[in-house]
């Protein structure tokens, strides 16, 4: 079978997350289509594809491109692109859409079933005409569109989304379902567990750590970091604001002698190793398969509290700090965790800025963080405030006793936990065969 996938160009969790399943397909013929982020993330994680393919770029046609793939496809893997979605059914090619972020996509504008009526009634002749039908929806009505037009969807479990599946099911089911999914408008959706590289993850903890220790004592991982209004060079604050940081991190806490500082802005001129006073700090962006072994190793992390990030820690029995919030889904998946030893302890710009009022908004609300990370960046009392409280939730982890570590990695998988992900997706191919 030849499988179309692609994922939103949003960040590097819908491309780590199509990586993950692309993995869980070794019997197929797997094709990449993208673009941005998404596509950076594809080409370093190569291997798992047969073939990748730019939708930008000088020798790239964009959608006519895509229309051959489309043609030449059996199936279509589509993790959060709801446009890919959408080209599909146009296309008449069956669909699995994934989705990581389900409970996240707010629907404010549009009822459940107003949208469900519009995907009943959207043209199937051409994709101009389907995406005209549905340009009343808002981003993330969209991708909720996505679930209902889609023959499949898989979607991650995380607290809240069993709920918006009862939400958004239909009254009767799809040919596809069965236990443990619910039907949408044609299709079904299916709750899973975490969606990563479950092989990667055995193959890290199996291997055989290195005689003279770990390579870091701690890991920063950042995650991809663009997404619809961030990027290395604009909106970057935050990005710049870790740079003021890590000099400062090495002063306050001395322990830290060989830190790797991860993530899609390390793979140009962010990169490198900086040496001081006997101290290293390696900036890389490693392949997914070269990071999870650093993971499984280095005592202490940070991460940017991304779900993806979250999940390869946890299965490894690493239990991080959730370092402070790029965009407003990180904002959301810490506040969802509040309860947990990961959410109480993670930090927050709100500890710097107690009174600011976050937007409860996608765009609005990560327009406000980023305007947080440049205050503090530039304001040096704003600055110091971060720099000692952050420093103030490092000692609380790193005074966590081992059982403590343990109980707070065992209560995200609790919360985390669902149906096999390898099951699940193999079950809607093998029905789809």
């Not at 830190?259 to 290293?280: D, M, N, Q």
């Amino acid at each position: 079978m030849r499988i179309l996938m692609g994922a939103q160009n949003c960040g590097f969790g819908p491309a780590s997350v199509l990586v993950a399943v692309s993995r869980l397909l070794p019997g197929h013929e797997r094709v990449f289509v993208g673009s941005g982020v998404a596509a950076e993330f594809a080409r370093r994680n190569a291997t798992a594809f047969d073939g990748i393919h730019e939708l930008t770029g000088p020798r790239a046609n964009g959608a006519a491109l895509l229309d051959r793939l489309l043609e030449s496809s059996d199936q279509v893997v589509s993790v959060m692109d709801a446009d890919l979605v959408l080209r599909s059914v146009v296309a008449r090619r069956p669909v699995v859409l994934v989705d990581c972020l389900f409970g996240f996509w707010h629907h404010h504008q549009h009822s459940p079933a107003q949208i469900r009526e519009l995907c009943a009634t959207v043209p199937r002749h051409s994709f101009p005409a389907a995406h005209r039908h549905l340009a009343r929806l808002s981003p993330h009505e969209r991708i909720l569109a996505a679930h209902l037009l889609a023959d499949h969807s898989v979607v991650q479990n995380f607290p809240g989304v069993s709920g918006r599946m009862a939400e958004f099911a239909g009254a009767g089911a799809g040919a596809g379902a069965g236990a443990g999914a619910h039907a949408g408008a044609d299709g079904a959706m299916h709750l899973t567990g975490p969606l990563v590289d479950l092989e990667g993850l055995r193959q890290a903890r199996e291997e055989e750590p290195a005689v003279a220790g770990p390579d870091y004592d701690l890991l920063i991982n950042v995650g991809g970091f663009r997404n619809f209004l961030l990027d290395f060079e604009v909106n970057n604050d935050y990005l710049r604001l870790i740079d003021r940081w890590i000099p400062d991190l090495l002063a306050d806490w001395p322990r830290f002698t060989r830190v790797l500082l991860c993530g899609g802005p390390y793979a140009g001129r962010r990169g490198g190793t900086h040496r001081a006073s006997g101290r290293r700090v390696d900036r890389r962006f490693l392949p997914q398969r070269e990071l999870l072994p650093q993971v499984a190793r280095t005592p202490h992390s940070l991460i940017a509290p991304g779900l993806s990030a979250l999940h390869e820690a946890t299965l490894l029995g690493r239990l991080p700090l959730g370092f402070h919030e790029q965009h407003y889904a990180h904002t959301f998946t810490v506040r969802k965790l509040v309860g947990t030893l990961f959410g109480d302890s993670a930090a927050r710009f709100a500890d710097v800025l107690p009174g600011h009022v976050l937007p409860e908004d996608d765009y609005a609300g990560t327009e406000a963080l980023v305007s947080v990370a440049g205050r503090v960046l530039k304001d040096d009392d704003l600055y110091a405030r971060f720099r000692r409280t952050f420093n103030e939730r490092m000692e609380q982890y790193l005074s966590l006793t081992p059982e403590q570590r343990r109980g707070g990695v065992a209560e995200l998988r609790r919360v985390l936990d669902g149906p096999p992900a390898p099951a699940v997706i193999a079950s809607i191919l093998t029905a789809d065969e």
